[in-house]
């Protein structure tokens, strides 16, 4: 299936091989149709074929998927306060807004194993405020390491810790003092995989 990313033009030859029979195909009605049925994979192991972007053969097997940019979005109402209150308001649009005195937000992170994470930001009303992505140990209360840091609508890219480890680790994402009337509005993390 070699070059099959090529465009067909009309009355060219297409370059996934050679021609089979004419211009016209051995049917003669459907050269398209007619080049793909003579494409085979001969050995088992797709050797003929070749990768797009991101993709990586080796010895005719893929053996990953490099560098693919992925996003997890967070809405507002997922920043919680870490114990039981009243004093916030829970938009049908997914704004949460801090109804009286200083509220400390915090929302869980979920992404894939040994992904990276490559930059994050929370958006807010109140730029002065500041967020952290942190990690904590997952089977104990241990102290939280920061792996990112900065005012709201600010986003962070010099990130700490970057590779997830769900196995000894579990992520947050907090929204510190936040004062009457300030929104947090979602959370946007950008992450790479490397699946293999």
């Known amino acids: 299936m070699a070059g099959l ?3 067909y033009a009309s009355g060219a030859q297409l370059p996934a091989g050679p021609t089979v029979g004419s211009t016209l195909g051995v049917s ?14 001969t050995d088992g192991l797709y050797s003929n074929m070749q990768g797009g972007s991101g993709i990586n053969f080796v010895g005719g ?4 998927l490099t560098n693919k940019t992925s996003f997890l979005s967070i809405n ?3 920043f919680l306060p870490p114990t039981q209150s009243s004093d916030f308001t829970r938009d049908i ?20 194993h040994n992904s990276v994470v490559t930059e994050c930001i929370v958006y807010s009303n109140d730029a002065t405020e500041v967020w952290t992505l942190s ?6 209360d241990g102290t939280a390491n920061t792996m990112a840091t900065a ?8 990130i700490s810790d970057a590779t997830i480890d769900n196995s000894t680790r579990r992520y947050t994402l907090g929204a510190a003092n936040q004062d009457s ?9 950008t992450y790479t995989t490397n699946y293999d």
């Open 5 to 7: 990313f090529s465009q």
């Open 28 to 41: 003669g009605v459907n050269a398209i149709v007619d080049r793909l049925n003579s494409i085979s994979d």
């Open 61 to 64: 097997s893929i053996i990953d």
């Open 76 to 78: 507002g109402t997922e």
């Open 93 to 112: 649009t997914g704004v949460i807004t801090t109804d009286v005195g200083v509220l400390q937000l915090r929302a869980s992170v979920h992404l894939p």
């Open 135 to 140: 990690r904590h140990p997952i089977n104990s």
């Open 151 to 158: 005012n709201m609508n600010t986003a962070d890219s010099s």
């Open 181 to 189: 009337g300030d929104t947090v509005r979602g959370a946007l993390i």
